[in-house]
């Protein structure tokens, strides 16, 4: 028998990602790219705004250090939202 009660609706990703502006996140995109950025602000078509960003290659080495970066949404394959705590060493903002 599961432990959520009847009525519950869970959070929707776009609330969910919302609630992460202003953290550390890892967005990776179409072709393996990964981008380590504190989220400024997300749209509903999924279109980022990160700042103090560094790019990861496919290799996972950074390759790219950017203040502000726009990222569409039709391009992104996952967003971790705990990224600082999940993996602080690999945060260098």
């Not at 959070?11 to 950025?37: D, H």
């Not at 790019?55 to 600082?84: A, L, Q, W």
């Amino acid at each position: 028998m599961s432990n959520v009660s009847k009525g519950y609706r869970p959070p929707s990703p776009l609330k969910v990602l919302k609630s992460a502006e202003g953290q550390v996140v890892l967005v990776r995109i179409k072709g393996g790219i990964e981008y380590v950025g504190t989220l400024d602000l997300i749209d509903p078509t999924m279109n980022i705004v990160l700042s103090d960003c560094t790019e990861y290659g496919g290799d996972g080495r950074p390759t790219s250090r950017y203040g502000k970066i726009i990222i569409r949404g039709s391009h992104v394959e996952f967003i971790s939202t705990n990224y600082g705590q999940v993996a602080p060493d690999k945060v260098t903002l």
